[in-house]
């Protein structure tokens, strides 16, 4: 893992699922419920982002959904595209280190409820810095084999 997040570089290409992609930004966050916790994000073409999580061993690949249709069953699950998805974390989200892009292009503070089923994340989000935006993002969650750096 530490290979792959050493290989993404600006507009560096790479492919996912057999898809290529370039890397517009690296973005080192946190949360503030817990500042050990480290993750990567990376915007990349076609409206898609990369997340990577080393200390879960946790890769995904997903974009934001406008007006994300689901429904809440719970505090604990929601419903979308009829499959329920269970809660996995909630919190507030901060930026430790912009490695490259710029504060306009990547997503910045964030608080977010995060949601898995079977091989999909669901990260529900609003952008305070960005008048109250929403960041709903439907990912795949990937194998490091799925990821081939050019």
């Given amino acids: 893992m530490k290979d792959l997040i050493a290989s993404l570089k600006p507009n560096v290409e790479i492919v996912v699922k057999g898809k290529e992609y370039i890397v517009k ?3 080192w966050y946190s949360i503030e419920e817990d500042e050990t ?22 890769i995904y690949i997903g974009q934001v959904i406008d007006n994300m249709q689901y429904e809440r069953i719970s505090n ?3 419903r979308y595209k009829d499959v ?25 503070k ?17 952008l305070p810095d960005k008048d109250n935006v929403r960041a709903d993002v439907y990912a795949d969650i990937l194998e490091i084999g799925e990821i081939e750096i050019k």
Avoid: A, R, W
């Avoid at 430790?96 to 892009?101: A, H, L, P, V």
């Avoid at 964030?110 to 609003?126: A, P, Q, V, W």
């Fill in 84 to 108: 329920e998805f269970t809660k996995t974390g909630d919190g507030h989200q901060f930026v430790k280190n912009i490695e490259f892009g710029n504060e306009n292009e990547v997503e910045g």
């Fill in 25 to 27: 930004t690296k973005t």
């Fill in 76 to 78: 604990e699950v929601i």
């Fill in 37 to 58: 916790t480290s993750y990567i994000k990376c915007e990349l073409s076609d409206n898609k982002m990369l997340v990577i999580i080393p200390d879960d061993e946790l």
């Fill in 110 to 126: 964030c608080i977010f409820e995060d949601y898995e089923s079977e091989n999909h994340i669901i990260s529900l989000g609003i």
